[in-house]
């Protein structure tokens, strides 16, 4: 297990996908993947890595045909993938070349007080939880056009890229039927661009984000990792809606429906690189409009260059703020075509 586990994290770390190991071999099971998803945690904390939670996969019965994944799965989540955020703060970002085939998942997330047993009726159970966020949950596939079995999701890191999720709501346990109904009857709309684009209930989720999680502790019950559940972990509880593709620049968001949380925006970056270009670029052009205000068809025009042109180079600065380097030549191909733009202008046909 121990090299099909350094496959694994070899092909996440450089991002970059591979054949399903159950395409080479048949008998690759839900054992030998958890045995292998074990190794590949323990790796993953021999280099620094700290898990703070956890993932439950394919909760959603609705998308199990589209995956031909027809049970949950779980695996942990790491202090390099969970990002917690204020939405009154503005939007999320991430990076999109951060993931292979990147899709978004809404979901419910717990957060837990003590461990929880599988045996334990809905109030029990609750009370293991002492607080609910709403967030998105990235999901990878490092195979191939999201063509696996079970067994390959589960080996890959349960598909988990990344979770961003709102502020916590502490769960008033005086009040635990009324948490119940509504974590059984909630919904929550998403958007792409502020489009609409699905709407997702709690029945999706197993009946509810609370049978979700009942069904992923008895499940690490009857196959322990080295890392149980833990007070103070994190658990995402699988898409309400259905999991979509996504691509750099779309904007996500949701409204949350019959629960007291907040929506979630987050917009996807472009890779680096196309950042870098799009900056030099802007930069360039409002330098060269600040330092030629005859080349603006107003006072209006020259004073919006001068601060696009110090909000460009601000944010080059921030982006490459530990690659003094890197700063150093997207600063030079700043002034390279500042004086291209220049020479074009001045060498213009008199009017």
Known sequence: MKDIAATILAALDDRRQIEPFSDGDPSFDLDAAYATADAVIGARIARGERPVGWKIGFTNRTIWDEYGVRAPIWGPTYDTSTYGFDPEQGQAELDISAFVEPRIEPEIVFRVARPPRADMDD???????????????????????????????????????????????????DAATDWI??????????????????????????????????????????????RGIEPGDVVTTGTVTRAFPVEADETWSTRVEGLPLPGTRLHFLPALQERLTR?????????????????????????????????????????????RAGLADAMTAVEEQVRTLADSWKSRPSS
């Not at 001068?306 to 601000?314: D, G, K, L, P, R």
């Open 279 to 323: 900056l030099i670029e802007q930069a360039a052009q409002a330098r060269f409009r600040m330092e030629n205000p005859d080349a603006c068809k107003s006072a209006a025009e020259h004073e919006q260059a001068v601060t696009t042109s110090i909000a460009a180079e601000t944010a080059l600065s921030r982006l490459l703020l530990r690659d």
């Open 123 to 173: 109030r029990e159970l609750l009370s293991c939880i002492d607080a609910v966020a709403h967030g998105f949950e990235v999901v990878q596939s490092i195979y191939p056009g999201w063509r696996f079995t079970a067994a390959d999701t589960v080996a890959a890191a349960a598909m988990h890229g990344a979770l961003l999720h709102g502020p916590m709501m502490a769960i008033d346990h």
């Open 181 to 226: 109904e509504r974590l059984a009857s909630f919904e929550i709309v998403l958007f792409r661009n502020d489009v609409e684009v699905d709407r997702g209930s709690a029945r999706n989720v197993l009946d509810g984000p609370l049978a979700a999680f009942r069904h992923f502790v008895a499940g690490l019950e009857e196959r322990p990792l080295r």
